[in-house]
């Protein structure tokens, strides 16, 4: 058996032959190329980058004091990092960036209704403008910007940054300030009421000579007061979850149900007892002045018991509020690029001659092939049998 071994100087000479074709070809591409490099527009990327700051949120002041809950309901499978990427692709953001450079003018968008208009930018802003992106490794955040100018490209980056720094500064941390304003009302309407309690008392033992009050009475009166100073912090705490949670969220449920088992054992405590109020231990056993002054004991001491309860939590949230920390580290600050980022000419240029080369070459082969398969008698008579074979006309 002969081995068929393809002849170089075979090769070769299809190429001389078909040089024109070649060379001809590669010089209409590389025109075209040279041309679409020179006239398609320039664009410019810059970025800037930053890093989440770690901090404390203010809101641990009450979930893990002031609310007593587990702070796994206050945890998120969302990352700082995820945090700033969704509130930078957001649509308030996206739309502030895009009112703020006037870029429906500079797209060119010509609908007649402004939301058309709003949403054709937002969608040229995240597909062509902008692209953030997160280092998995670091933590970072990279914002880049390429457009047709390069200080435009530079402001917008610079912007993005701008802004995210501004959003948490007043959304982030005025949720401390929120916090202190709720609490020093609390606090305010606590010392009132003690002062008048504290005065009450005060008189009622000048008027009625009263020293000291059995043991067991006392004993009793402390155990409700408790059950009442719990009842008490519970509601505030239920207030503060509905002014800042939704209402269907875990810790809502889960301090109604708190106050449902503390209402329950006060009425419990009450009806135990003969005749008993709210605040007022009306046993038969007890004298009718002994049972004012501890109903007076009682009620100052429940407030008392709030005050302390308060406080701590009042002095950790104003010390929040203070707290004037960047929420950000910004990392790069963008600059002007110093090298267009597209077109790459000379990478098109190159790229657009290898391939016509490569491609007029294949072409001169199959041209010189289907030459070959016209000029054999012997094959020229079979491509005339498959016509005959394939007509339609008898």
């Known amino acids: 058996m002969e081995n068929k071994q393809i002849d170089i100087l075979d090769l070769v000479l299809v190429i001389a032959k078909h040089k024109k074709i070649i060379i001809l070809g590669t010089l209409f591409v590389s025109i075209i190329a040279i041309i679409y490099s ?3 527009p320039i664009t410019w990327t810059s970025s800037s980058s930053f890093l989440p700051v770690s901090e404390s949120s203010s809101n641990s002041v009450f979930g893990s004091s002031l ?10 499978n969302e990352t700082e990092s995820d945090y700033y990427l969704n509130i930078m692709y957001s649509r308030t953001f996206s739309e502030d960036i895009i009112r703020n450079f006037d870029l429906i003018n500079k797209f060119k968008l010509e609908y007649p209704d402004t939301l058309t208009q709003m949403y054709y ?3 040229s802003l995240k597909e062509n403008v902008v692209e953030i ?12 910007v390429e457009t047709d100018d390069k200080n435009l490209s530079t402001e917008i980056a610079n912007y993005y940054v701008q802004q995210i720094d501004n959003y948490n500064r007043t959304t982030r941390i005025t949720k401390g300030k929120e916090q202190r304003q709720f609490l020093e009302k609390r606090i305010h309407e606590v010392e009132a009421k003690i002062e008048i309690l504290a005065n009450a008392l005060k008189e009622y033992q000048e008027e009625n000579n009263i020293l000291s009050l059995d043991k067991q009475t006392s004993a009793l009166i402390q155990s409700y007061s408790s059950l009442v100073s719990d009842k008490l912090a519970v509601d505030i705490q239920n207030e503060y979850l509905e002014n800042f949670y939704p209402t269907n969220s875990p810790m809502i449920e889960n301090i109604k149900q708190k106050k449902a088992i503390l209402e329950k054992k006060i009425l419990d405590f ?7 109020s709210k605040y007022v231990l009306s046993l038969s056993s007890i ?5 004012n002054y501890q109903d007076l004991i009682l009620r100052l001491g429940i407030q008392k018991k709030v005050y302390e309860y308060l406080y701590p939590q009042y002095e950790a949230a104003k010390i929040s509020e203070v707290k004037d920390l960047s929420t950000i580290e910004i990392v790069d600050v963008a600059v002007n690029a110093g090298q267009r980022t597209k077109p790459r000419r000379a990478k098109i240029c190159i790229i657009s001659f290898i391939i016509s080369i490569i491609f007029f070459t294949v072409l001169s082969f199959i041209i010189e092939k289907v030459e070959l398969i016209f000029n054999d008698k012997h094959k020229k008579e079979k491509l005339n049998e498959i016509k005959r074979n394939f007509s339609f006309k008898s």
Do not use: H, K, Y
């Open 270 to 276: 009450e009806n135990s007892m003969l005749d008993g």
């Open 121 to 123: 930018a937002i969608r």
């Open 67 to 76: 609310l007593g809950l587990s702070s796994s309901f206050l945890d998120s």
């Open 287 to 291: 004298p009718e002045l002994s049972l």
């Open 38 to 40: 020179l006239v398609c």
């Open 133 to 144: 992106s997160i280092d998995n490794s670091t933590g970072m955040i990279l914002v880049s």
